[in-house]
């Protein structure tokens, strides 16, 4: 990807609540989605490193449209290394492999402080690609200031 690589994460999922139909009743095609779609929340937490390093933790609101894709929508807190708080809100697509328990991530990335010393992230877009392993519980994200 384009740009300068600000950072990356890797994130472990803490939690998953659904609201009548879990996710991994999707993924095993054991129950079809609804027209309507699915919420399922994703929590996760974990560590960034780069020119922002710290510790991130949220949760992902992620619906499951009867189409099959993933809508991303995403809030979450970066407390980095040095003290400071950013908060974190993306949206995006997350597309599921047909072969393994893998989703690719698109994300349009959005970072919000009041801290001088990083001023420079509301300058200009930021976009971040990774993946997120189901059967493992891990996403890893890797993020660029366009």
């Known amino acids: ?3 300068e690589k600000i950072y990356e994460y890797d994130l472990t999922i803490t939690g998953m609540s659904d609201y009548g139909l879990a996710l991994q009743s999707i993924l095993s095609g054991q129950s079809p989605i609804p027209p309507q ?18 510790r991130v933790s949220g ?4 619906k499951v449209r009867a189409d099959g894709r ?5 809030r979450a807190v ?18 599921l492999r047909a072969t393994e328990p893998v989703a690719d991530l698109c994300e349009n990335v ?4 009041a801290a001088p010393k990083y001023a420079w ?5 930021i976009w971040a690609i990774g993946t ?3 059967a493992a519980g891990t996403i890893h994200l890797d993020a660029y200031l366009q």
């Open 1 to 3: 990807m384009k740009g």
């Open 37 to 54: 779609g699915a919420r399922i929340d994703v929590a996760f937490e974990g560590q960034a490193k780069g020119r922002l390093s710290g």
């Open 59 to 62: 949760v992902d609101y992620l």
């Open 70 to 74: 993933i809508d991303l929508d995403i």
């Open 78 to 95: 970066i407390e980095t290394d040095d003290g400071h708080r950013i908060a974190l809100s993306a949206d995006g697509v997350a597309t």
């Open 110 to 113: 959005i970072l919000t402080t």
């Open 121 to 125: 992230i509301h300058s200009r877009q």
């Open 132 to 134: 997120v392993n189901l």
